[in-house]
């Protein structure tokens, strides 16, 4: 337990919460899924299935067609055909429309989604509920309404869809990141054959229902589950014009590598290393607010995580006894529970490696803090956990746990939290708090990310622009600049 | 050149040598390469730069960076108004130099005014893409929220050989213009006119460092430019299919950006526009609550 301090923030009432769970029956799951190719759900090629189970109740709740490279040609052949056939021919208006009713069946099916997320991926409900599907709802809607407006996002030059995206998405926020990938390929006009991650197929799945549901033309989306061999089969075959990737800055490497030569069009959302910088001149309640949220969010499964925390000498004390003394109050649980705010990590693995961060950081002579929040018996479970006295050159401090794992450093000067700030080879995000409109616009300027929240942290909207610098990726997504990533754009010419 | 007649004047040949971080040195590698005539004749012989003269211009080019990209756009614009300046002053050797290598004199003196063109041109641009790109997003909370360019950094420039001055002008010019520093790898084939137009942006308050010109052999020096981990990224036109291959697959060590100008738009009259100024941009969002 946290030692008891005169000022402690007292968030202890003596109430303690009753579980509150949602029920698992509302996911209405089926026991086995086959693929979605050319608008119907088709049995994989091989015949070969997954399992895909909770990782916190380690049940397994359906089985998941695996697609190989003959299921990848199928799904191509027929986002092809969907492309030249339908998409690229019907009215842009007409395009909206098919979105905006996605859109609509997303609200309507949402507690059912938000339930199978949790359950599939472990995220706390709270999120899912109130994050994850509102904004795949708002992602759907939102590009609607770009289908027929194309011309107003890139005046004085010519834009045209690519024509078929192949789309790989992470595990960490399954159902946004298909939304994230679909809306906007749909709303320029191309069509997409998309694998979800082999631990998180579920609501991909679901939505492959809504978009039959929805009418949709057969192919314009096609929906195949596998590993990581699914994906490759999509980064190769010839006839795919764009690669979207969303993952491990590792993978993305490789996808760079992979596509070197082609002339297929690449973006990148890969890895993070987000620091939170806390000036002294901050209000210090809402920084440990956000810092708690930057990196306990998601059980800090977030690229854009706040995994970093640089906090300015002078206060560090103060804000290290007020973050353990917030971190105590985190329950860690079961995600279908509303109470739980740290859910389940994701995968065997994923622990795994959490775990072995958890030792690096001892060995190399950080000091740790975990809470006592009680851990549940089966299941994957991390508790809220801190590193104070990290060293810029920890690997705590340089690579990226994907975990509820904080380094902590501290900082003097203001160029000082700038370089700290900036040295690592990531540049995803990046926190500033601090009450100086000034301070806190040259401290924004000067990180080197592609989204910095100041005096806040780990707020997402369709309409803003996400994506990284060096090598954190390339291409944005969301907003008018998200659109370029599905867009061949050329000038008009007559610029003498 | 008739040397053999007592009261012929004896002309001064110039040396040509590397541009980098504002100085003029010699290759360190002490090898040379040469430029000679259509004819054959030898006009000059060049510096043959090394990976290690392109790792000193990472170096300084790093170093002018942060300066820069921090100038206003109205400043950059002036620079870049005032190199065409310069250049224009100096058309006759630039044509010269480039005639020299076996381009028809009316073919060089339209190369050399589109160079001009161009930096005029993208003198325009440095204070207005900004605002063309940028923009406030309405997010449904209550946050102010807007995105802008910022430039990418160091940029490795690899012209096409030919046309040498044109295909540098084009790729510098929106590079600079956005606030990028630069090291460029000119042409191996017609290298006269873009090392004496290094001479140009030193007269033309480019700050020390914010260009860097190297001559030399692409393919001896392309892997490094492409492998150097502190390289941002890299602008290219006309590389060949394999030099591409081996420039992507390389930038995937540090991802850097890769972005191929078409040929086309290079020998164009028509200036290439904004695109080229917003490949060599990040996007920048950033959100600051709203309330009391």
Not at chain 1, 212 to 223: A, C, F, T, W, Y
Not at chain 1, 360 to 376: D, H, K, M, N
Not at chain 2, 19 to 43: M, N, V
Request: charge should be positive.
């Amino acid at each position: 337990m946290a030692k008891k301090h005169s000022n402690k923030l007292d968030f202890d009432t003596g109430w303690h919460y009753d579980p509150a769970p949602e029920s698992p029956e509302l996911a209405k799951l089926k026991d086995s899924y086959d693929l979605f190719i050319d608008g119907k759900f088709v049995k994989p090629t091989s015949g070969k299935y997954f399992d895909t189970t909770s990782p916190s109740s380690q049940k397994t709740l359906a089985k998941v067609a695996e697609a190989d490279k003959r299921d990848v040609a199928k799904a191509v052949t027929a986002a092809r055909k969907a492309y030249e056939g339908t998409w690229s021919r019907i009215r842009p208006s007409e395009r909206g429309k098919y979105l905006f009713r996605i859109a609509r069946v997303i609200q309507e099916r949402s507690r059912e989604l938000a339930v199978t997320e949790s359950l599939d991926g472990g995220k706390p409900i709270r999120e899912s509920r109130d994050i994850d599907l509102p904004l795949v709802a708002a992602h759907f809607f939102y590009h609607a309404g770009w289908a027929d407006k194309l011309s107003y996002a890139f005046p004085g030059r010519k834009v045209g869809p690519v024509g078929v995206a192949g789309q790989i998405i992470p595990w960490n926020f399954p159902l946004l990141m298909a939304a994230w990938k679909i809306a906007p390929a749909l709303a320029t006009g191309n069509t997409v054959v998309i694998k979800p991650a082999e631990t998180t197929p579920l609501t991909s799945l679901k939505l492959a229902e809504i978009l039959q549901e929805v009418d949709l033309p057969p192919g314009v989306v096609n929906i195949l589950t596998g590993a990581g061999s699914t994906g490759e089969c999509i980064v190769r075959h010839p006839d795919v014009d764009k690669i979207a990737f969303t993952g491990s800055t590792e993978v993305g490497k490789l996808i760079r590598k992979t596509l070197a030569g082609t002339d297929k069009r690449l973006t990148l959302e890969l890895g993070g290393k987000a620091a939170n910088i806390v000036f002294e001149d901050a209000a210090l309640d809402q920084a440990v607010e956000g810092i708690v949220n930057g990196i306990f969010f998601n059980q800090g499964h977030v690229c854009c995580a706040g995994s970093r925390l640089l906090v300015q000498e002078s206060i560090s004390e103060k804000i290290v006894r007020k973050l353990k003394d917030r971190m105590e109050t985190l329950v860690v649980g079961d995600p279908l529970d509303k109470n739980t705010d740290i859910g389940a990590i994701n995968s065997k693995e994923q622990l795994k490696k959490i775990q072995g961060y958890l030792k690096v950081g001892q060995r190399e002579g950080a000091e740790i803090f975990q809470t006592s929040c009680p851990l549940p018996k089966r299941g994957n479970w991390c508790p809220p956990t801190l590193f104070l006295n990290a060293s810029q050159s920890h690997r705590i401090s340089q690579e990226e746990i994907f975990g509820p794992v904080l380094a902590i450093q501290t900082f003097r000067t203001v160029d000082e939290a700038i370089e700290k700030a900036n040295n690592t080879p990531f540049g995803l995000s990046g926190g500033v708090w601090t009450d100086k409109g000034a301070k806190a616009f040259h401290v924004s300027e000067r990180i080197k990310a592609g989204v910095v929240w100041t005096n806040t942290f780990n707020k997402f909207d369709p309409a803003s622009p996400f994506g990284g610098y060096k090598e954190s990726g390339f291409g944005r997504e969301g907003g008018r600049h998200g659109l370029e990533a599905y867009l061949n754009i050329s000038e008009t010419g007559g610029n003498r | 050149m008739s040397r053999n007649s007592p009261d012929k004047r004896l002309s001064v040949a110039k040396t040509y040598k590397l541009y980098i971080g504002g100085k003029f040195p010699r290759t360190e590698s002490g090898r040379t390469f040469e430029a000679r005539s259509h004819s054959g004749d030898l006009l000059a012989n060049l510096c043959r730069a090394s990976r290690k003269d392109l790792r000193e211009a990472v170096v300084v080019a790093r170093k002018a960076f942060p300066g820069w990209a921090k100038r206003s756009g109205y400043n950059r614009g002036q620079i870049l108004y005032r190199i065409a300046e310069m250049m224009e002053g100096r058309i006759d050797q630039l044509v010269n130099e480039v005639s020299s290598q076996g381009v028809s004199p009316q073919k060089a003196l339209k190369e050399v005014e589109t160079s001009i063109e161009r930096f005029v041109h993208y003198a325009g641009w440095a204070d207005k893409y900004a605002q063309v790109h940028s923009s406030v997003n309405p997010v449904s909370s209550s946050h102010f929220n807007f995105s802008v360019p910022e430039p990418m950094g160091i940029v490795g420039i690899i012209p096409p050989n030919e046309p040498s001055l044109l295909g540098l002008a084009t790729l510098l010019a929106p590079a600079l213009a956005g606030g990028n520093v630069t090291i460029s790898l000119v042409s191996e084939t017609r290298p006269l006119a873009p090392a004496t137009f290094a001479e140009i942006l030193h007269s033309s308050d480019v700050p020390p460092g914010v260009v860097n010109i190297l001559t030399g052999f692409r393919k001896e020096l392309l892997p490094d430019f492409s492998t150097h981990m502190d390289v941002n990224a890299i602008l290219a036109a006309d590389l060949s299919t394999k030099e591409k291959k081996l420039t992507e697959e390389n930038s995937a060590l540090n991802l850097k950006r890769v972005v191929h100008l078409p040929s086309k738009a290079i020998s164009a009259t028509d200036n290439p526009g904004l695109s080229p100024i917003l490949s060599l941009q990040e996007t920048k969002t950033t959100w600051h609550p709203i309330g009391t």
